[in-house]
C-alpha cells in the first residue's frame, strides 16, 4: 500500500484512520460452517475427545512445533485444558467434525489488542481426522470471518517456528502474506525457534472471503470429493 502523506515538516507519515475504536474481544460462542462446529474448549466437552483424537498420531508429528504436549493420558489432556485453555488471552476453541460431533482439533486467538485491532490465530493442532480436510480449512475460514467480518480488527496474524514447513505452506495457501522472520525469537523444550511472521488485513478480507466461499462450496467438489478449484488459485484471482 502506497502512502505519500507527509506532516508539515515534510516528514512521510502513516495514513489517517478515521472514527476509530477500540475492538470487541471475540465473544464465547459457537462457531458453524458447513463441515465443522467451533466453540469454547472445555474439559467436560473436549479433553476425552481430544486425547483420543491426537493419540491417533501415532509418531506424535502433530506435537513437534508445539511448547506442549503429546499427552501420556486423557487426564494429562485435561489437566492441560485446565491449566493453559479456560483464559480469554489465548481463547481456545475446540474444532467439532460435523458429522460425529465429536472434537478433532483446536484452535485459539491470542495476543489480542483491541485498542489497535490486531489479533493472532494459533496454537493450532489438527488431528489426522481433521488434516487435509473441507472442514480444516473451514475452521481457519470461520475464525477469520469473526475477526473481520463480526468484530472489525484491521490485521490477523499468523506465526510459527520457521522450520515448520507445513505451517508455513499452509500460511500461503490461506491467502496470509509473509512478512520476515524474527532471529531467536523464542525457545521451547530445550531449543531455539526462529519464528515466520505472516498476516492478512481488513482490505484483504472481502476478496479472501469470496474465494474461501468459493472453495468450500460443495459444487466445488466432483461425486468423489476433488476439488475442482484449489483455493490458492482462487484466491490468486480474487486479488488479480
Not at 481488513?202 to 466432483?222: G, H, K, M
Request: charged share 25%; glycine share 10%.
Amino acid at each position: 500500500m502506497m502512502n505519500d502523506r507527509k506532516n508539515e515538516l515534510g516528514q512521510p507519515i502513516g495514513f489517517t484512520v478515521p472514527d476509530w475504536k477500540p475492538c470487541s474481544s471475540p465473544p464465547r460462542a459457537p462457531m458453524q460452517g458447513r463441515y465443522v462446529r467451533l466453540e469454547p474448549i472445555s474439559v467436560e466437552g473436549h479433553a476425552q475427545d481430544l486425547f483420543e483424537a491426537f493419540a491417533a498420531d501415532r509418531e506424535d508429528r502433530i506435537w513437534t512445533y508445539l511448547p506442549y504436549g503429546p499427552f501420556a493420558s486423557v487426564d494429562d489432556c485435561r489437566n492441560w485444558i485446565e491449566q493453559s485453555c479456560l483464559g480469554d488471552d489465548p481463547l481456545f476453541h475446540a474444532i467439532l467434525d460435523g458429522d460425529t460431533g465429536r472434537a478433532v482439533g483446536v484452535a485459539s486467538y491470542l495476543r489480542i489488542e483491541r485498542g489497535v485491532g490486531v489479533i493472532e490465530v494459533g496454537h493450532i493442532n489438527y488431528s489426522p481426522a481433521l488434516q487435509k480436510t473441507r472442514g480444516a480449512t473451514e475452521a481457519m475460514y470461520l475464525m477469520m470471518r469473526r475477526v473481520f467480518g463480526e468484530l472489525g480488527y484491521r490485521r490477523y496474524e499468523w506465526k510459527c517456528d520457521a522450520l515448520n514447513a507445513g505451517s508455513c505452506a499452509a500460511a500461503g495457501r490461506l491467502g496470509f502474506t509473509y512478512e520476515g522472520q524474527f532471529r531467536q525469537a523464542t525457545m521451547y523444550k530445550g531449543r531455539n525457534r526462529d519464528t515466520n511472521w505472516y498476516s492478512i488485513l481488513d482490505t484483504e478480507w472481502p476478496a479472501l472471503q469470496r474465494a474461501y466461499e468459493a472453495w468450500l462450496d460443495p459444487s466445488n467438489f466432483d461425486e468423489t470429493g476433488v476439488q475442482k478449484h484449489g483455493l490458492a488459485s482462487l484466491i490468486k484471482a480474487g486479488r488479480a
